[in-house]
């Protein structure tokens, strides 16, 4: 008869009597996370060192009991913004992100935001405060419309490019109307804003009378229709009356002319035009 894991052997002693003998035969064990030793013939009990893995994905704690986890890091998975592993009383769970939770990484400037739904998964919100990169125009403003990027052209007549103006079509031009451009100095040529916004210089029609003129030459001053000026007969432009009242001024096809007034023309007192130019 004997006892087993007793760390004792019973023999013969030789004698007709019985007698116990130390050997290292500790008792059977089926706990891995428990150790059993004999130690001159009195057993005893110890615990494997904690973390020694049990099983399959299973460590001991150090107290004697196969567990799932010691910490978070013992439990399968790896962590992520929505998700967040977890070791509560040695058994290993999973922790979910609060719905709306924003995620680390985004996509920046597309009007949407990457977030946690509640049950460890993620998708895209409306997020109307991420806006479109600036695309170096100053006629168009970025914005999201209900989690779609847009660019909204800023109103016409704003200053763009420091002596520009934007066109309310998202173009920076020079002018939307002629009065945006510089004066020409040239009384045959008028500002103009022509095709896309450009400034240019328009030439006035042939015949038209400039403001400047001579007066008194029986010429006008008129545009010659390619932004440059000709001269046309004025027999209107009458040259100036000299101080002689036996003569009178005249236009002939262009060119003053003086006439003797006709003889016997008061001229004074008790005068009279000889026909010569001369009051005698």
Do not use: W, Y
Not at 113 to 123: I, K, T
Not at 174 to 187: G, I, K
């Amino acid at each position: 008869m004997q006892t087993a894991g007793d760390c004792v052997e019973a023999r013969c002693d030789g004698d007709g009597g019985v007698e116990s003998v130390a050997v290292d035969d500790p008792a059977a064990n089926d706990n891995p996370c428990v150790v059993a030793t004999c130690a001159d013939g009195v057993g005893s009990t110890g615990f494997v060192s904690v973390a020694t893995t049990c099983g399959t994905g299973l460590v001991c704690d150090g107290a004697g009991s196969c567990v799932q986890c010691l910490a978070a890091a013992d439990c399968p998975g790896v962590d992520d913004d929505c998700n967040t592993r977890t070791c509560v009383d040695n058994t290993c769970g999973i922790s979910f992100s609060a719905q709306g939770t924003g995620l680390a990484t985004q996509t920046p400037n597309d009007c949407q935001q990457l977030v946690c739904d509640g049950a460890g998964g993620s998708g895209a919100i409306n997020n109307n405060n991420d806006l479109p990169a600036e695309d170096n125009n100053e006629c168009t403003t970025g914005g999201c419309n209900q989690g779609t990027p847009t660019q909204t052209n800023v109103a016409a007549g704003t200053q763009c490019n420091t002596d520009h103006l934007c066109d309310g079509a998202g173009a920076c031009v020079e002018c939307l109307t002629p009065n945006d451009c510089p004066a020409t100095n040239n009384e045959c040529l008028v500002a103009a804003c022509g095709s896309g916004g450009a400034c240019e210089n328009d030439p006035l029609s042939i015949g038209t009378v400039t403001p400047t003129q001579t007066p008194g030459n029986c010429q006008q001053t008129q545009c010659d229709g390619a932004g440059g000026t000709i001269q046309a007969n004025d027999d209107n432009d009458l040259p100036a009356d000299e101080p002689n009242p036996c003569t009178t001024e005249k236009c002939s096809n262009g060119t003053p002319v003086h006439e003797n007034r006709p003889t016997g023309t008061p001229c004074g007192t008790n005068q009279t035009c000889d026909g010569g130019g001369n009051c005698i």
